[in-house]
């Protein structure tokens, strides 16, 4: 099952019930302007917090894209987009 759909407003998309030890991918499409951070939480929603990698921002996209972004291994994981549409509209797909 995947994540999908299009934004052309601020939004959050989620959540998203990853599988267990395989990689999660994420396509953006679109003309848009703005920003996509891959967001994750262990709480049910409680807590949502961005990837990060080293302690910086990670899976933070500006731009179309096709990329691997993990590989979960906490069965309490699920994943949300935290969407900034400045412009046009995003197309999202994470799966």
């Known amino acids: 099952m995947t994540l999908s759909g299009t934004a052309a407003a601020s939004m959050q998309a989620g959540p998203y019930d990853p599988p267990q030890d395989r ?35 990670y899976a933070r996209f500006t731009g179309n894209c096709c990329e691997e ?7 309490r994981a699920r994943y949300y987009l935290e969407i900034t549409v400045a412009t046009g509209a995003v197309e999202y797909d994470l799966g």
């Open 69 to 75: 972004i993990a590989v979960e291994s906490d069965g």
């Open 23 to 57: 990689p999660i991918w994420l396509t953006l499409a679109g003309t848009w302007t703005g920003a996509v951070q891959v967001m994750r939480s262990v709480d049910g929603g409680n807590t949502i917090a961005p990837l990060t990698a080293g302690g910086e921002l």
